[in-house]
């Protein structure tokens, strides 16, 4: 089956600065999304983006799929940006999406 | 809108014993997955159904099973629990399928087998 690799696994910065999160995939994908994981467990949606470059707030990601990565750009980090950050792929005619095992950010004051 | 709901949010079992997890969803979604998720891993799909009546198995669903009598719900019943269950179960919704939809998951259910 396909493979995701997210890196660096663990990332942590200070309050302010911009990080750069990565997800390489081993084949050609229908569906690609990233998901932030709070401290408290829940899962939300940050990016549907099969292709292309999206951007929300301090938030932005490109995926070229030709290539096969995606990158989560986070600017001016918070503390509250913390977390763990996954993302999963669907390829094929299945239904199932692959998740990465994800990157732990933890933003220091 | 209260979106996708799941309960309980915390239970502890005890081997051989039974459960079910509820999950709900308010958005009119076709879609409805359920996952798990163990300690440092990314989530596993254990079941999903493309709609009512319709359910199918995903990677991991030795040891549970599903139903889906309504759109808006779909519970996980847990026979004869295990604690290779002991994980956080997230139940999740799309409007179209994963391949063109977005996923839209609830708050989680953390499962104990002891």
């Known amino acids: 089956g396909i493979q995701v690799e997210q890196s660096p696994p663990d990332l942590i910065l200070q309050e302010g600065a911009n990080s750069t999160l990565r997800c390489n995939f081993s084949d050609s994908v229908n569906n690609l999304q990233w998901f932030h994981q709070n401290p408290w467990g829940q899962l939300i949606n940050l990016f549907y983006i099969p292709s292309g470059t999206k951007q929300n707030g301090r938030l932005s990601a490109t995926t070229v799929a030709t290539e096969r990565y995606s990158l989560l750009y986070i600017s001016s980090s918070q503390t509250t940006d913390s977390g763990v950050y996954f993302c999963a792929v669907l390829t094929g005619a299945n239904s199932k999406l692959t998740f990465g095992k994800g990157i732990t950010l933890s933003v220091r004051p | 809108n209260a979106g996708v709901t799941q309960t309980p949010k915390f239970r502890i079992l005890k081997i051989g014993q039974s459960m079910t997890l509820q999950c709900a969803q308010d958005?009119?979604?076709?879609?409805m997955y359920w996952y798990r998720q163990d300690p440092g891993m990314g989530l596993k799909l254990i079941y999903y159904s493309v709609g009512a009546g319709i359910t199918d198995k995903g990677e991991v669903p030795n040891g549970y099973n599903v139903s889906r009598s309504t759109t808006e719900d779909f519970p996980l019943r847990l026979e004869l629990a295990a604690p290779s269950q002991t994980s956080v179960y997230f139940c999740?919704?799309?409007?179209?399928?994963?391949?063109?939809?977005?996923?839209?998951f609830g708050e989680g259910s953390r499962l104990t087998v002891l």
């Open positions: 999740a919704s799309s409007y179209r399928r994963e391949r063109a939809g977005e996923l839209f």
């Open positions: 958005m009119n979604h076709n879609y």
